[in-house]
Nanobody
Framework: VQLQASGGGLVQPGGSLRLSCAAS????????IGWFRQAPGKEREGVSC???????YYADSVKGRFTISRDNAKATVYLQMHSLKPEDTAVYFC?????????????????????WGQGTLVTVSS
């Protein structure tokens, strides 16, 4: 199982970025992928997840601004981020639970995920 996050960078407040999580070593169609982030000095928090049945979950802090999507044919999950705020600055990670289907609840708890990719840094600053 390999997960490769990319797409981070420096963006001004109010700007947009799209993160990608490239999956390999398994069939993405059957698995949940979650996006998490960790800001300096803070605990890792769940941002969003995409369930294999098409369901999606979002943290309250990003609802209406972030959209998660997947392209199973490309084995990639995306996180489109709009209206970015300085408090969105963090290292963003993608992760997968050990088993197919729904992750152990709660769906955005990092303890529900077993495989992690390296992070990609998002900096929101003027």
């Amino acid at each position: 199982v390999q997960l490769q996050a990319s797409g981070g960078g420096l963006v001004q407040p109010g700007g947009s970025l799209r993160l990608s999580c490239a999956a390999s070593g398994f069939t993405l169609d059957y698995y949940t992928i979650g996006w998490f982030r960790q800001a300096p000095g803070k605990e890792r928090e769940g941002v969003s997840c995409s369930i294999s049945d098409g369901s999606t979950y979002y943290a309250d802090s990003v609802k209406g601004r972030f959209t998660i999507s997947r392209d199973n044919a490309k084995a990639t999950v995306y996180l489109q981020m709009h209206s970015l705020k300085p408090e969105d600055t963090a290292v963003y990670f993608c992760a997968r639970p050990r088993f197919a289907g729904y992750p152990r609840p709660p769906q955005l708890a990092d303890t529900s995920y077993d495989y992690w990719g390296q992070g990609t840094l998002v900096t929101v600053s003027s």
